[in-house]
């Protein structure tokens, strides 16, 4: 399983179910490596995808944390237990893990792979996952130069279990 997350310095994630910043280069990065794969999120990013509809071209897994919905082109679970008997069914490694930190802290331990796009700044946020950089399980194998986007100053880093 890989997960596919934007961190700030405290590796937050979000606040208020909405993501920190949005980087456009980011957002290429990852429709590109999750094309034709299975993406989960949480109901609360799909507002941040184009015309408010699943990912085209994958197979969508929607958590929607107790509520009832059905979303044309998705399968949506209510509860993280629904959406791990849901993946068994799916190849690991074209499982994807892009949205929602109740999902990535869930799935933490049986994430191999992170592909993360680090900002240098500290955000106002609520919710985070554990802090990469100091987990002794994981290492960098990969990292981009420093890049911009406005004002903003980030990074890719790829981290995997060792």
Known sequence: ??????????????????????IPAEKKSMMSTVAG??????????????????IRGCNNIIYTAGMKVSIKGASCYETLEEIKEALNKEKNDDIYIIHGADLYN???????????????????ADASIPNLDKDESLEIVADSD?????????QFLKYKRK
């Open 37 to 54: 794969k299975t993406v989960v999120y949480d109901i609360h990013f799909i507002k941040e995808l184009l015309g408010q509809q699943p």
């Open 106 to 124: 869930f799935f933490f331990s049986e994430t191999d792979t992170f592909h993360v796009t680090k900002i240098d700044y500290e955000y106002n």
């Open 1 to 22: 399983m890989q997960a596919i997350v934007t961190v700030d310095n405290n590796f937050s994630v979000s606040y208020k179910n909405n993501s920190l910043a949005s």
């Open 146 to 154: 420093e890049l911009y986007c406005f004002d903003i100053i980030y």
